[in-house]
């Protein structure tokens, strides 16, 4: 099973115009590439999320999701002006090409298709996004008009632990209460006036479970001098299984029942001390398009893999500022296509994530808040056992955006 993912940004403070982004928003002609073009700045922006996340954290377990950060900004960016939105529009790699207006509708028709495929009885996703205002704040009626459903007013000013409740309530509701208290009692104050957020909840149980009477206990090699014992599930069954050159990689597939999702192992080889890192700076769109897209054969593979649960907090701020939206934490930000008032910008980033990978699946839960490789290709691969650090992603492959990802290092921590 898996669960949840959020992220909200953190604002103090305080011309409207006949159109909302453009002097004249129905000039800009209807992009039929709009959609696409969503998912492929995504993967660019959480590619590149993912290296600076391990570069401020090279020794330690990671969980993230990078669609709960990309969504959040994303509300940010359909708020934001002047330069503060040219920064957000690099970090996001969004083209110049692509208008708002086109990437505000690739935004809804995405948001109904999920809503409605949540319908499945395979698995269970669930994404929504808030941009909670405080209600003294003065909104611009059009972007009401566009993103009424996901702007709701909170007296921040003087209710501030209410409100604080009122939006942790909410995460956990989504999250099937995976992720509590996600604002601390110092996130919320009689000065803010701006929180987005974005949570996300998948629950998925394995296309093909592992039996628990299979799980032992075995030897994880943290390191070359530091080993452990951890439960290990286990099955032989028919896999998609590769060996990336490029990557450096051994890589399995565990799709989820239903097949739109899996996960995807990637196991550097033990003797390469910095193979998780190494992976993480070649993973590139194409690579991982390759990866996920290319048809390659299943073949029967004994597969060996912890059971674990890792929970992370990641202070987000000093990594989104590496990513380049510095600007949303300067006094200067301009957040005026939400609002002709001035003053409002985020003093901080947290991101909470929750993984749990048992026999069943898995379940995972975030929420971002911003106030033995070998070189040569074997023949026969027929084993395949992670028991040393390795990558691991969540794919979603009708919309080729990555939902979860980590890295394993250390069952200790």
Known sequence: MLKLSLIFLFAITTTVYSQCFYKDDSAKKPNPEARSSLYKNQMEFTLNLFNAINKAVPDDNIFFSPFSVYHALLLGYF????????SLKESLRISDA???????????VDKRSRAYNNNSDSYEFTNANKMYVDNELNLRQCL????????????????PQQSRQQIND?????????????IPEDGISEATKLVLANAAYFKGVWASKFLAERTKKQVFFVSETYQTLVPFMRQKGIFHYMVSDELGAQI?????????????????????????????ANLTPERLAA????????????????KFTIERTLPMRSILESLGVGDLFNSTADFSTLSNDHGISFEDAIHKAKIQVDEEGTVAAAATAIFGFRSSRPAEPSKFIANFPFVYILYERPTNSVLFMGVYRDPKK
Not at 171 to 178: C, F, L
Not at 259 to 272: A, T, V
């Open 79 to 86: 708020a934001a002006a002047g330069e503060t939105e040219k």
């Open 98 to 108: 692509q208008d708002k207006v086109n990437l505000l509708m690739a935004y809804k």
């Open 170 to 182: 909410w995460v956990a509701r989504i999250t099937k209460n995976n992720i509590k208290d996600l």
């Open 144 to 159: 009401l008009d566009v993103l009424g459903e996901e702007i709701e007013a909170l007296n921040f000013h003087q209710n």
């Open 291 to 306: 990866v996920v897209e290319e048809g390659y054969m299943g073949r029967e593979v004994i597969v060996e893999i912890p």
């Open 252 to 280: 399995l597939e565990l799709p989820y029942k239903g097949n739109d999702i899996s996960m995807y192992i990637l196991l550097p080889p033990y003797s390469m001390k910095e193979g998780v890192t190494n992976i993480i």
